[in-house]
T-cell receptor, first 113, second 113 residues
Framework: DVKVTQSSRYLVKRTGEKVFLECVQDMDHENMFWYRQDPGLGLRLIYFSYDVKMKEKGDIPEGYSVSREKKERFSLILESASTNQTSMYLC????????????FGSGTQLSVL | GENVEQHPSTLSVQEGDSAVIKCTYSDSASNYFPWYKQELGKGPQLIIDIRSNVGEKKDQRIAVTLNKTAKHFSLHITETQPEDSAVYFCAASRGMAGTALIFGKGTTLSVSS
């Protein structure tokens, strides 16, 4: 069964901390994505990557960076966490560059206090 | 900019009734329109998708229709069951190749028995 695994289901961090959210997929997909989900706002694209060491900004990249050192792993980094980054973070992967047929992880609920 | 609007934000139906969720998109170059279902505590899962060269697609109790002229598409669920209760997201591809999907804000469907 195909799988996208996010390392933590819940995380609580302090403002100013550096936060790493990890995502691993076992489907040998080239394309990986980070979305943020907030009530009433739907899913908003933060960053995506279509190849190892490649990254592209999405719609809301401010305050975030990403790392893709290996094909199966895509990390989201909050350089200095702020309270407005409290959210559900969803990682996804796809065989297709346009994000078709996405497979999502279960999400990480991040609380920044 | 590019936008996908989704209505209604909440929908309550009785078991056995039909449910319809509607989305409109702004980018006339969009050519791929998926629908995702998110159950509580899980990531979104693709349930059906349609391309712009097709007007309608059906999969058992679920169907999607597309009106390219009006730039809107709809999800139809017939004979609803309690297990259809979830948040549903529509999405549209962006006109620029190699970019990611843009999602609607979601519809919370409740099916009562």
């Amino acid at each position: 069964d195909v799988k996208v695994t996010q390392s933590s289901r819940y995380l609580v961090k302090r403002t100013g901390e550096k936060v790493f959210l990890e995502c691993v997929q076992d489907m040998d997909h080239e394309n990986m994505f980070w979305y943020r989900q907030d009530p009433g706002l739907g899913l908003r694209l933060i960053y995506f990557s279509y190849d190892v060491k490649m990254k592209e900004k999405g719609d809301i990249p401010e305050g975030y960076s990403v790392s893709r050192e290996k094909k199966e792993r895509f990390s989201l980094i909050l350089e200095s966490a702020s309270t407005n980054q409290t959210s559900m973070y969803l990682c996804a992967s796809s065989l297709f560059s346009g994000g078709e047929k996405l497979f999502f992880g279960s999400g990480t609920q991040l609380s920044v206090l | 900019g590019e936008n996908v609007e989704q209505h209604p934000s909440t929908l309550s139906v009785q078991e056995g009734d039909s449910a319809v969720i509607k989305c409109t998109y702004s980018d006339s170059a969009s050519n791929y329109f998926p629908w995702y279902k998110q159950e509580l505590g899980k990531g979104p899962q693709l349930i059906i998708d349609i391309r712009s060269n097709v007007g309608e697609k059906k999969d058992q109790r679920i169907a999607v229709t597309l009106n390219k002229t009006a730039k809107h598409f709809s999800l139809h669920i017939t004979e609803t069951q309690p297990e259809d209760s979830a948040v549903y997201f529509c999405a549209a591809s962006r006109g620029m190749a190699g970019t990611a999907l843009i999602f609607g804000k979601g519809t919370t469907l409740s099916v009562s028995s």
